[in-house]
């Protein structure tokens, strides 16, 4: 078989085939129109083909998506166009003959292997040799699934997760039958699509469904002690809905029965399902975010139980290689809803503890996999950066999907170790910083410590230079730094493009600094770098600054801050490589001298974001005085430390303190009272 190049950003992928135009979807249930609702939005031109041997079931399936659709439309989440594209070229048939012109063939039945089989055989005698089978399984093995076929080479599981139209992540499987190019072809068109794929290997229950299904399981399990509320409240500390919550919300006993039985039969005992999920209905519990009364030694026994079957089945996984540590992480995230990644988890409360609860947990349930290494192997990974190379350029990938890329402490100190370790290899030219999907490169930094900092400006000004230390080190990085805008870049995500030394962009990427309408000054270098790198759009940046004005990648490029558009986001990365080898022998200091700007005009009386939003005049007032005086400093490392200073000053103020508090309770900030 034909070797390939292996990236972890899908986007590097080149394809050997377009997107789909033809879709079919056998099974008429929930997921199957749901997996039809995301592909239809994202795919416009897409020709659906829906299959059940139901008429009344195709048809409740058709009436669904196009309800999907207008509510959409009446959500302003779908134009008036895109949701008429949704609900065209759909077709519903009892007749595996629709199916002949497909692309792309998802089945989506009950979990029952003989009939899925069937199902395969009867779809590979009708459809295209060209054409992709794939199930979405939960549990069962692809090679069970698909060894039969004549051409099992173009099959695989492609397991998605409710509801598949709004959760992002999908697991792919990579068996010993699957070309490989078809499998890089699945996690290039699911990213492109906007979803997370995941390869998995070809396990029983493959990685993430180990985690939730035992997790469920072991809630179960514990019902001789404890009710369904008081345990989904215990666990509440690691999910943001209990495991009963999410039952009931999904219908899910059955699965549990199907999963477990199935994991029961080819890893052991130790993993039956709970006598309880074959007579149990509806969960009696809790909505996210109740309380129950719960005797605290009770509310351990329930916590010490979920994290030993949590633990046991990371590090079975990462022993297994079934999965990554990196998917496993953010997998849970995604697909479950877990507040942190286990392996996270893992970290944070330390070896010691882990052990204890795992020798705890094999105790209870002994045969459940205990770790083969040192707690601290499984967890001294990359969490939110992927890294890649093309021609001798390291690209960096900021992958935090769940929350559009945003920058954090750690995230920084990832891009930070990664330039630092290859600066000095004379095998890399230099590197280019990216974020991953189509939306986002950096949708800002996240609030952290900040809020506990208000009204005290030293603190504060020391914690704008702390989360600079990624930025000064690009300062002085002695080799290229690229940043590829592949959607918007906000707030420090755009401080962080404009201190790479060059910029590329697709054409609808955009740039805001969002930090006034929080009532507080852009804190690490916004305030005087894009002056000094491009006075002469200094009032660009004034409205950027103080009115929260949108730049679109178009005028940015005609300012001269972008180097290179391009109209596809699969040509972005090979541009910004391209920049880097064309920036290696250029110097790209920051110019020390002072810059001469434009005058600031602003509406001190009633100041307006150019959305039409009141702001803080007090704010702009800090912020105005700090550009003029950046400006007109005699070094840049001055420049900075009066931006410092002035995000320090606007931390004091009742609007900053305003801002953030309505930011963190989701409402609208009030600065007609603030000032």
């Given at each position: 078989m034909q070797k390939y190049k292996k990236f972890n950003n899908p986007i590097l992928i080149q394809?050997?085939?377009?997107?789909?135009?033809?879709?079919g979807i056998i099974g008429a249930g929930t997921i199957g129109p749901d997996i039809g609702y995301y592909l239809k939005s994202a795919i416009p031109e897409l020709k659906l083909v829906l299959i059940d041997i139901n008429q009344e079931a195709l048809d409740k399936a058709v009436d669904r998506i196009c309800a999907y659709a207008e509510k959409g439309r009446s959500r302003g989440k779908l134009s008036d166009e895109q949701a008429d594209k949704v609900q065209e070229n759909i077709l519903a048939s009892t007749d595996y003959q629709a199916l002949a012109y497909c692309d792309w063939v998802i089945e989506a039945a009950s979990e029952d292997i003989s009939l899925k089989r069937k199902i395969f055989s009867d779809v590979e005698a009708i459809v295209k040799e060209t054409t992709i089978i794939t199930s979405n399984t939960s549990s069962i093995p692809a090679e069970r699934l698909f060894s039969h076929l004549q051409h099992p080479q173009r099959a695989t599981v492609t397991h998605f997760f409710a509801p598949a139209f709004r959760n992002p992540a999908v697991e792919i499987v990579r068996w010993e039958k699957a070309d490989g190019f078809i499998i890089e072809y699945l996690r290039w068109l699911f990213y492109v699509t906007d979803k997370m794929p995941m390869i998995t290997k070809d396990a029983v229950c493959f990685m993430l469904d180990r985690i939730f299904d035992n997790w469920c399981n072991e809630a179960a399990l514990l019902l001789e002690k404890a009710s369904p509320a008081q345990i989904d409240y215990a666990s509440s500390s690691f999910v943001h809905a209990g495991p009963f919550f999410v039952l009931n919300l999904a219908n899910g006993n059955p699965i549990i029965i199907e999963t477990n039985s199935l994991q029961t039969e080819i890893e052991g005992e130790h993993y039956t399902p709970a006598e309880v999920f074959k007579t149990a209905g509806t969960w009696d519990t809790i909505k996210p975010g109740e309380k129950v009364e719960l005797d605290s030694s009770l509310e351990q026994e329930i916590k010490d139980r979920l994290l030993g079957i949590l633990f046991s089945q990371s590090v079975d996984i990462l022993d297994r290689e079934i999965g990554n540590p990196e998917d496993l992480d953010l997998g849970s995230r995604l697909a479950f809803a877990f507040k942190q990644g286990p392996l996270e988890l893992m970290r944070e409360i330390g070896e010691k503890e882990c052990t204890r609860i795992l020798n705890k947990f094999s105790k209870t349930k002994p045969g459940m996999p205990l770790p083969n290494q040192a707690i601290s192997t499984y967890t001294n990974f990359r969490r939110f950066i992927l890294l890649d190379e093309l021609d001798g350029v390291k690209i960096i990938t900021i992958r935090r999907p769940d929350a559009m890329n945003a920058l954090h402490d750690e995230i920084n100190d990832e891009i930070l170790e990664t330039l630092k370790q290859y600066e000095d290899d004379p095998d890399v030219t230099g590197f280019v910083i990216s974020g991953y999907g189509m939306r986002a490169f950096s949708a800002g930094a996240d609030i952290g410590k900040f809020p506990t900092m208000l009204g005290d400006k030293q603190q504060s000004i020391e914690y704008a230079q702390t989360c600079s230390r990624l930025l000064s080190y690009l300062d002085t990085c002695k080799k290229p730094v690229v940043a590829a805008l592949n959607g918007m870049a906000l707030g420090g995500g755009l401080e962080l493009a404009i201190r790479?030394?060059?910029i590329v962009a697709v054409n609808d990427a955009w740039m805001q600094f969002p930090e006034i309408t929080l009532g507080i000054a852009p804190g690490i270098g916004g305030m005087a770098v894009p002056y000094r790198r491009w006075p002469e759009a200094s009032s660009v940046f004034h409205n950027m600054l103080i009115k929260a004005e949108k730049l679109t990648a178009d005028k940015a490029s005609e300012l001269g801050m972008i180097n290179t558009l391009v109209d596809k986001h699969m040509n972005l990365i090979p541009a910004g490589a391209w920049l880097v080898k064309d920036l290696a022998e250029k110097q790209h200091k920051i110019r020390d001298e002072p810059v001469t700007i434009a005058p600031i005009l602003r509406e001190v009386n009633e100041p307006l974001s150019t959305q039409g939003q009141r702001l803080s005049a007090e704010v702009i007032d800090i912020m105005c005085k700090a550009i003029n005086k950046a400006a007109s400093a005699s070094?840049?490392?001055?420049?900075?430390?009066?931006?410092?200073?002035?995000?320090?000053?606007?931390?004091?103020?009742?609007?900053?303190?305003?801002?953030?508090?309505?930011f963190s309770e989701g409402r609208k900030p009030d600065f007609e009272k603030t000032g």
């Open positions: 394809p050997t085939r377009e997107l789909p135009k033809w879709v790479c030394h060059g070094s840049f490392n001055d420049a900075l430390q009066i931006g410092y200073e002035a995000f320090g000053d606007s931390a004091c103020t009742a609007a900053a303190k305003e801002g953030i508090s309505s």
